[in-house]
């Protein structure tokens, strides 16, 4: 029930530039990335065949995926599909998405991230995340092991230098 069965559907399309072969197609409530070429008979343009994918959830995981980040796709200015959960989501929408920021930090549920827009294609534009705390505390919990294996290396040291001084007294 994405797009409207049996029945033609009007789009408008939104190319990136005028040269372009790909763009956005708005159908009712929906926003489509589309790709388009154009069909030819003998010399002549006869029609156009254009192949679209819904901006969904579905497939900002797929993206996330790929990119091994957080995906936030906003349009106009209005955060529409991504991996952020509810709260989140909702943050990111009211502290980057209406700003159109290109790139920074920003606390998403008490949570910071860092966050870069990818691409815009018109009124779309396409954002990938990372929560800096995640990776800190990745960081922070290898360092610390580290610190406990010296920190009882040099326990067992002072404990088997003691014996040998205790010995030779």
């Given at each position: 029930s994405q797009w409207p069965r049996g029945e033609q559907a009007a789009f408008e399309v939104h190319p990136v530039s005028t040269v372009a072969h790909d763009g956005i197609v708005h159908v009712a409530d929906r926003v489509y990335r589309s790709a388009w070429v154009d069909l030819r008979l003998q010399n002549q343009t006869i029609g156009r065949l254009y192949v679209s994918t819904l901006l969904s959830d579905a497939y900002a995981s797929a993206?996330?995926?790929i990119a091994n980040a957080q995906i936030a796709v906003v349009n106009d200015g209005r955060?529409?599909?991504?991996?952020l959960t509810g709260a989140a989501a909702r943050d990111f929408d009211r502290t980057v998405a209406v700003r159109g920021l290109q790139e920074g930090t920003v606390d998403l549920t008490g949570e910071s991230f860092a966050f870069r827009?990818?691409?815009?294609?018109?009124?779309?534009?396409?954002?990938?995340?990372?929560?800096?705390?995640?990776?800190?505390?990745?960081?922070?919990?290898?360092?610390?092991?580290?610190?406990?294996?010296?920190?009882?290396?040099?326990?067992?040291?002072?404990?088997?230098?003691?014996?040998?001084?205790?010995?030779?007294?």
């Open positions: 993206l996330a995926h955060l529409i599909s991504g991996t827009r990818l691409v815009s294609m018109g009124e779309v534009s396409f954002y990938a995340l990372g929560s800096i705390d995640a990776l800190s505390e990745a960081g922070t919990t290898a360092a610390l092991r580290a610190l406990a294996l010296v920190g009882l290396g040099a326990m067992l040291l002072a404990f088997a230098g003691s014996v040998w001084l205790a010995q030779t007294i």
